[in-house]
């Protein structure tokens, strides 16, 4: 299996808006308040222009399977960003890939001169749970930001 993480292209944004909203079907978490109907997931290329975040794309075997990035989401303190719409396909997860993309999120962060990674999730994704736990963040009691995503009810910050 050969696989590479690179910066998202603008024919990118119909793939990864699809992949996005398939696992949230998959899970039963695509209900209103997530980014299943966030209008900016079918616009992902435009939506990352903004100065100091980043999304990034999975390819396997010539294959997008998945993306992640950051976001300065508005009402963050300005040393924090978010980490967004980390999503794979069914036969990326378990490989370590989800793992790889948010480290590579991080850098990105540290990079563009952050020093918390916010994330907001859903118990529903029990196996990304897990990792985010094994990646150093730890659960807060309520959201950060503005993020208009009131689905998600856990809130999870990481410090770099």
Not at 22 to 46: I, K, S
Request: proline share 7%; with cysteine.
């Amino acid at each position: 299996m050969n696989t590479l993480i690179r910066p998202i292209q603008p024919p990118d944004n119909p793939i990864i808006a699809k992949i996005i909203r398939d696992t949230l079907t998959e899970f039963g978490a695509n209900h209103p308040g997530t980014v299943y109907y966030d209008p900016t997931t079918d616009a992902l290329f435009e939506l990352f222009q903004k100065e100091r975040s980043a999304y990034n794309i999975a390819v396997t075997d010539g294959r997008i399977v998945g993306g992640g990035g950051i976001y300065p989401t508005d009402g963050l303190p300005a040393d924090t960003c978010e980490l967004v719409k980390m999503y794979l396909l069914p036969e990326a997860r378990g490989t370590g890939l989800g793992s790889q993309l948010i480290t590579k999120c991080l850098e990105q962060a540290k990079n563009n001169g952050f020093s918390k990674v916010y994330l907001e999730t859903m118990n529903e994704l029990k196996a990304a749970l897990k990792v985010y736990a094994r990646m150093g963040f730890t659960y807060l009691d309520g959201p950060m930001g503005n993020s208009g995503h009131f689905g998600c009810p856990l809130w999870m910050i990481k410090e770099l």
